[in-house]
Nanobody
Framework: QVQLVESGGGLVQPGGSLRLSCTASGSIIFSIASMGWYRQAPGKQRELVAAISSGGVTNYADSVKGRFTISRDNAKKTVCLQMNSLQPEDTAVYFC????????WGQGTQVTVSS
């Protein structure tokens, strides 16, 4: 089983920034795992926001390209999401998981963008 703990969410004004962090533990060889950040807004399905391969290749949802940056630190088993120019439509609970995702989701971290 894998444990995923997300942190860094909060309330931010439109145009602001947040940096999310996710630490993995348990039955995962983090260095060879592709990882992703996902989000779920109220009344909507969970969607992929960004992913990063074991080799550092990244891909992003069109809605966040140019604003969000995903990164990883294999030594710390951590994957981060730097979010800039946040907009109200970015409001959601953000989760990390492997990419493609597995059943072991964490609790997520709430991001609210509002003035």
């Amino acid at each position: 089983q894998v444990q995923l703990v997300e942190s860094g969410g909060g309330l931010v004004q439109p145009g602001g920034s947040l940096r999310l962090s996710c630490t993995a533990s348990g039955s995962i060889i983090f260095s060879i795992a592709s990882m992703g950040w996902y989000r779920q807004a109220p009344g909507k399905q969970r969607e992929l926001v960004a992913a990063i391969s074991s080799g550092g290749v990244t891909n992003y949802a069109d809605s966040v390209k140019g604003r969000f940056t995903i990164s990883r630190d294999n030594a710390k088993k951590t994957v981060c999401l730097q979010m800039n120019s946040l907009q109200p439509e970015d409001t959601a609970v953000y989760f990390c998981n492997r990419y493609p995702p597995r059943p072991d989701w964490g609790q997520g971290t709430q991001v609210t963008v509002s003035s």
